[in-house]
């Protein structure tokens, strides 16, 4: 246990030293009554931050949480944490009212001021790019206006957020296309808990793969039009497979990059 605790009044239950309680704490007090007035104050604070009009779906979640979040932003974080796929959904569905700015084609670049992604493992993210970037107020992700609270419709008829430049939706899609290994515990359930590859039971050690590896999406397919190409880093091109099966996929796709190498050398 880290030294320290016992002056926070937290842990002395583990045989450090009874605290000094303050005057207004009964000795009694559990953790589960500290947590109730930690959340009666939650409540409190977000009931008074709250606008007259905030998505019903995402405030009652918020009031169910074991921590009841205390802002109108974070609640809406934590409702986008909790649904990555839908957050996910959303974010797509954005970038298609977008579409791909003009004269915009998917590169690579080292040039990290570039807004360029390094690797091909990075979605392409055209208004990440400075050059093509919309501004405050715009998400980098999709293109679209932000508003109040890094929500993606002007519930408030506020117009846009200047000082935002990401939906809340659009973070958690973000850190699911270049992770989405974090999310492996949901993609298990959705297969049932059967190996993508094999339809045999998965094993704790499985993996999350691309079926169509990324290096192919770059090699093959980089011309197709942008959003559609986004559709490489979600859910239909994502499968959680056995080690041993991802060991044989990944031999059997650097073969096939070897062999293709070989092609393009003859026939250069
Ligand atoms: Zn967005």
């Known amino acids: 246990m880290a030294a320290g605790h016992e002056h926070l009044g937290l842990c002395w239950h583990h045989g450090g030293q009874k605290?000094?309680?303050?005057p207004n704490v009964h000795p009694m007090s559990t953790w589960?009554?500290?947590?109730?007035?930690i959340n009666r104050r939650a409540v409190a604070r977000l009931t008074r931050a709250l606008p007259k009009i905030f998505p019903?779906?995402?405030?009652?979640?918020?009031?169910?949480?074991?921590?009841v979040p205390p802002t109108p932003?974070?609640?809406i974080d934590s409702y986008w944490r909790a649904h990555p796929f839908r957050a996910d959904r959303l974010a797509r569905a954005l970038a298609a009212r977008s579409g791909a700015p003009a004269g915009w084609t998917w590169r690579l670049g080292d040039d990290r001021n570039s807004g360029m992604p390094a690797t091909f493992r990075s979605p392409p993210a055209p208004y990440r790019e400075r050059a093509?970037?919309?501004?405050p107020g715009f998400c980098c992700v999709c293109g679209q206006p932000v508003y109040r609270f890094g929500?993606?419709?002007?519930?408030?008829?506020a117009g846009p957020n200047k000082n935002a430049i990401w939906h809340c939706a659009c973070v958690i899609a973000w850190q699911f296309w270049n992770a989405p290994s974090e999310q492996a515990r949901l993609l298990r359930?959705?297969?049932?808990?059967r190996c993508g590859q094999t339809g045999s039971r998965l094993w704790k050690t499985a993996e999350v793969d691309h079926?169509?590896?990324?290096?192919?999406?770059w090699g093959e397919y980089r011309d197709a039009p942008w959003p559609v190409l986004l559709d490489y880093w979600d859910l239909p091109n994502l499968q959680v497979i056995n080690r041993d099966a991802h060991l044989a996929k990944c031999a059997t796709e650097a073969g096939a990059r070897r062999a293709a190498r070989a092609l393009a050398a003859e026939r250069a």
Request: aromatic content about 10%; charged content about 30%.
């Open 211 to 217: 079926r169509v590896p990324l290096f192919r999406v």
């Open 56 to 67: 019903p779906l995402v405030l009652a979640r918020a009031l169910t949480r074991p921590f």
């Open 132 to 135: 093509y970037a919309r501004g």
């Open 73 to 75: 932003r974070l609640a």
């Open 32 to 37: 589960q009554e500290r947590k109730a007035d």
């Open 151 to 157: 929500w993606h419709a002007d519930l408030w008829d």
């Open 19 to 22: 605290p000094q309680l303050g």
């Open 189 to 193: 359930r959705l297969q049932a808990r």
